[in-house]
Nanobody, 116 residues
Framework: VQLQASGGGSVQAGESLRLSCVAS????????MGWYRQPPGMQRELIAR???????YVEDSLKGRFTISRDNAKSTVDLQMNNLESDDTGVYYC???????????WGKGTLVTVSS
C-alpha cells in the first residue's frame, strides 16, 4: 500500500486547512485509515482514524475542530481542520492499516504551520 498526502501549508491562527490522502496498491486489504501528527520536538500522536465501516474517531482534544472522512470507493481519507491554533503546527502523516498482519503503512508527512 502506498499513501500520498497533500494539503499542508502555512496559515494564520483561526484559519482552516484540509488534508487529503489517497491510497494505492493493495487497497482491498486496508481496514483503518487515519492521521497522526508530530509537533516539533515531540513524538508522533494520533489525530483521528476511521474504519472501513465509516465510524470515525477523533482525539477528544480535537473534537469540534477536526473532522475525518473517508471515501472507500476512492481509497481516500481527508482531515478537515478548522480554527487552527499554533499548537496544531507539525508534520501530519496519513496511515493505512490492515491485512492479516495488521501491517501499518505510512505516507510521507505534510507540514502544517500555524502562525499566531
Amino acid at each position: 500500500v502506498q499513501l500520498q498526502a497533500s494539503g499542508g501549508g502555512s496559515v494564520q491562527a483561526g484559519e482552516s486547512l484540509r488534508l487529503s490522502c489517497v491510497a494505492s496498491g493493495s487497497v482491498s486489504l486496508i481496514n483503518v485509515m487515519g492521521w497522526y501528527r508530530q509537533p516539533p520536538g515531540m513524538q508522533r500522536e494520533l489525530i483521528a482514524r476511521v474504519g472501513s465501516e465509516g465510524v470515525p474517531y477523533v482525539e477528544d482534544s480535537l473534537k469540534g475542530r477536526f473532522t475525518i472522512s473517508r471515501d472507500n470507493a476512492k481509497s481516500t481519507v481527508d482531515l478537515q481542520m478548522n480554527n487552527l491554533e499554533s499548537d496544531d503546527t507539525g508534520v501530519y502523516y496519513c496511515f493505512a492499516q490492515g491485512g492479516l498482519a495488521l501491517a501499518r503503512h505510512w505516507g510521507k508527512g505534510t507540514l502544517v504551520t500555524v502562525s499566531s
